[in-house]
């Protein structure tokens, strides 16, 4: 009788430190989204951004046992962390039905410059450009310790600064940098403003997609397998398919003249040329080559790699108290993909493109000639 007492003992102690610890989490998730809303965490100096991150840090310490439990036994599901505004599906957390609902009712700006990309296609290496050639290279976000999300606002987002505070950036053309990663159909248009697109290798897409859910998620992340199913599905990838979403802004940029179309390979290739046309497309001055020489030394990889606390994409989070920014940085990241997966990706983006006037063969040989 003794042992079944104990063993009874023993379980209800076990329950309790789970139901407490449960109880816990679920305060330090409120707190943690309340304290990253808006400028809560961007608006803060450096000093205050560690300091949050060290908080953090404890909690997940003490955590530790009970997420690695709920790692086990509750996987991430894409289905349960995404929501569908107008047949476009967003990840919860950083998005709302509400904050898409009010990107799409946003009237542009004369002096706004929208940076958009589908997830992990260069949004934030482009909005750097944007900002150093607005300023000529000599913009001050790192030196005064500023984040980007602190002065360049992300059109659906819930963390980072508001459209309505956001600043104008330059002096020759006073402009507000807006992140979005909205499909075409969902983007407000206005004749005034501007669009900078840029695209990437679909495959090289889905390998980073696949390291940013890992390095937010961590062991809660799916296998492969879940990963190719979400990505191409309609009704998953958050902010629609690869193919649906470079098809909609190719169609828009042959439309409108205010569209920049251009692709993250060519950056890498050749980011003094695309520095150029940037400057080109905003209506600013030739820069001289020394502003040039500075606009593509702080838009590096090495430079932004060596500041990324300038660069986060995503405030820090329980699962995520010291993210990277960039985890490879080549534009050959598709060379990771297992083959197999790679074929069918390729296949399946060449048969979704089909009929479209998207450069496929130009861009991406490789993938307009899958089987």
């Not at 995404?82 to 599906?89: L, W």
Request: charged share 20%.
């Amino acid at each position: 009788m003794s042992f079944v007492w104990l063993v009874g003992g023993a379980l209800t102690l076990v329950v309790v430190l789970y139901v407490g610890l449960g109880m816990y989490l679920g305060a330090v998730l409120k707190w943690e989204d309340e304290e990253t809303v808006g400028l809560k965490y961007y608006g803060r100096s450096p000093a205050e951004r560690a300091a949050f991150k060290e908080q953090l840090k404890k909690h997940a310490r003490r955590l530790g046992p009970l997420l690695s439990l709920n790692a086990k036994l509750a996987p991430m599901d894409f289905r349960r962390v995404a929501f569908s505004y107008k047949g476009v599906p967003g990840p919860h957390g950083s998005c709302s039905p509400e904050s898409f609902a009010r990107a799409e009712a946003y009237v542009p700006r004369a002096g706004d410059v929208f940076v958009v990309t589908q997830m992990k296609c260069g949004t934030t290496w482009m909005q750097h450009v944007v900002y150093e050639v607005l300023h000529r290279g000599s913009g001050t976000l790192v030196a005064s310790g500023t984040a980007m999300y602190a002065v360049a606002p992300w059109l659906e987002g819930r963390k980072s600064v508001a459209l309505e505070d956001a600043p104008t950036l330059g002096a020759e053309r006073p402009s507000r940098i807006i992140k979005t990663h909205l499909p075409a159909q969902l983007c407000p248009r206005a004749a005034d403003a501007r669009y900078i697109y840029v695209a990437r290798h679909p495959v090289s897409c889905f390998a980073s997609c696949i390291d940013f859910v890992v390095t937010n998620v961590g062991p809660m992340a799916p296998p492969l397998a879940a990963f190719e199913a979400w990505y191409t599905a309609k009704d998953l990838m958050w902010w629609g398919t690869w193919p649906d979403h470079v098809k909609g802004w190719w169609d828009r940029a042959q439309q409108d003249p205010n569209v920049l179309y251009v692709f993250f390979e060519d950056m890498k290739k050749d980011l003094p040329g695309i520095v150029r046309r940037v400057a080109e497309f905003l209506g600013v001055a030739p820069l001289t080559d020394a502003e040039l020489a500075r606009v593509v030394e702080k838009c590096g990889f090495a430079y932004m790699q060596q500041h990324q606390d300038n660069f986060e994409m995503h405030p820090p989070h329980i699962l995520a108290t010291n993210a990277e920014l960039f985890v490879a940085g080549t534009a050959d990241r598709h060379k990771d993909v297992p083959a197999e997966v790679k074929a069918r990706l390729a296949a399946w983006s060449k048969a979704e493109l089909a009929g479209s006037s998207f450069p496929l063969a130009r861009a991406y040989p490789d993938v307009a000639g899958a089987p």
